[in-house]
């Protein structure tokens, strides 16, 4: 088993930034990547940003050049710096991990972090 914990939401205004955090713990070396996904009051869950641990990344097009997605081998624990949030970045923040590849269904889901951008 594989326990996620999120960490760094709140609000901040437009144009502002927020750090997430999300440290795994358990059975970390049986996942070959993990996610940041986000939904949103009304919308699907999406994936927002994931990395292998050879630091291979990926971003959603909405996002791209405004957040980036890290990882501290050591402390295992996975990061969303974001920066220039918009007011349609506000969702709640999930971190996931995979077994396989982030084109997978997460096998590891953290409870969430809500991040809300006011105009």
């Known amino acids: 088993q594989v326990q996620l914990v999120e960490s760094g939401g709140g609000s901040v205004q437009a144009g502002g930034s927020l750090r997430l955090s999300c440290a795994a713990s358990?059975?970390?070396?049986?996942?070959?990547?993990f996610g940041w996904y986000r939904q949103a009051p009304g919308k699907q869950r999406e994936l927002v940003a994931a990395?292998?641990?050879?630091?291979?990344?990926n971003y959603a097009d909405s996002v791209q050049g405004r957040f980036t997605i890290s990882r501290d081998r050591i402390l295992d624990t996975v990061y969303l710096q974001m920066n220039n949030l918009e007011p349609e970045d506000t969702a709640v923040y999930y971190c996931?991990?995979?077994?396989?590849?982030?084109?997978?269904?997460?096998?590891?889901w953290g409870q969430g972090t809500q991040v809300t951008v006011s105009s």
């Open positions: 996931a991990g995979y077994s396989g590849g982030w084109s997978e269904p997460p096998n590891s």
């Open positions: 358990g059975r970390t070396f049986s996942l070959n990547a």
């Open positions: 990395i292998t641990r050879r630091d291979t990344t």
